[in-house]
């Protein structure tokens, strides 16, 4: 599956944005997606998972903030943030993957489709 994640932009500290992700390919249904992040001069880092049967999990700097969705139908993930902070700021990566165990699921090493990023900026 391909993917490609659009959305990102400029906006100030507590604004909002609302992340998306295209998937070409076979279809979603089966894979777990997920959201990662890679903050400028930092590793990636997981920001949140939603798994086949839409169980969602969070890491703990965007729980209440952030919300992963994701339309099979449409073949689309989904990322709302609000609240935005300038801690937010990064890359944003969406991915895919299959056969991942609950307890990896916050691994980006797990996942084997990844799509190319969107910025995120959040001023201050």
């Known amino acids: 599956v391909q993917l490609q994640a659009s959305g990102g932009g400029l906006v100030q500290a507590g604004g909002s944005l609302r992340l998306s992700c295209a998937a070409s390919?076979?279809?979603?249904?089966?894979?777990?997606m997920a959201w990662f992040r890679q903050p400028p001069g930092k590793e990636r880092e997981f920001v949140a998972t939603?798994?086949?049967?839409?169980?969602?999990d969070y890491a703990e700097a965007v729980k209440g903030r952030f919300t992963i969705s994701r339309d099979n139908a449409k073949s689309a993930l989904y990322l709302q943030m609000n609240s935005l902070k300038p801690e937010d700021t990064a890359v944003y990566y969406c991915?895919?993957?299959?056969?991942?165990?609950?307890?990896?699921?916050?691994?980006?090493?797990?996942?084997?489709?990844w799509g190319q990023g969107t910025e995120v900026t959040v001023s201050s």
């Open positions: 390919g076979p279809t979603l249904r089966p894979y777990r």
């Open positions: 991915a895919a993957g299959l056969g991942i165990i609950t307890s990896s699921r916050g691994r980006p090493d797990q996942y084997a489709n």
């Open positions: 939603i798994s086949r049967d839409g169980y969602t």
